[in-house]
């Protein structure tokens, strides 16, 4: 059975930066993309960003010009640098694997696997 687990959550005030990472182990297919997701308290669960296996990645509007999604296939991780953060940022941030790719961003329920999230808190 694979495996994801995040890190690199923490607190930090507005205009900073962060960078989150994602560990995979235990997978033979079913990340063909991988994406990071977030949840605020009251909230449904959104995408952030999407990557492919091949590199290709794709920003919900919010955040575009300010993080990155980037991967190591063969180290099997990935990260999202989040540079610039708002207060609205604020969210448990979950890493997430599945084997779909499309011009847009993936639903939440298109990802079979997933992290256990790690915590992100930007203040004012």
């Known amino acids: 059975q694979g495996q994801l687990v995040e890190s690199g959550g923490g607190s930090v005030q507005a205009g900073g930066s962060l960078r989150l990472s994602c560990a995979a182990s235990g997978y033979t297919s079913g990340t063909y993309s991988m994406g990071w997701f977030r949840q605020a308290p009251g909230k449904e669960r959104e995408g952030v960003a999407n990557?492919?296996?091949?590199?290709?990645?794709i920003y919900a509007d919010s955040v575009k010009g300010r993080f990155t999604i980037s991967r190591d296939n063969a180290k099997n991780t990935l990260s999202l640098q989040m540079n610039s953060l708002k207060p609205e940022d604020t969210a448990m941030y979950y890493c997430?694997?599945?084997?779909?790719?499309?011009?847009?961003?993936?639903?939440?329920?298109?990802?079979?696997?997933w992290g256990q999230g790690t915590q992100v808190t930007v203040s004012s």
């Open positions: 997430a694997a599945s084997n779909k790719w499309r011009g847009f961003l993936l639903r939440p329920d298109e990802f079979p696997y």
């Open positions: 990557i492919n296996r091949h590199g290709s990645t």
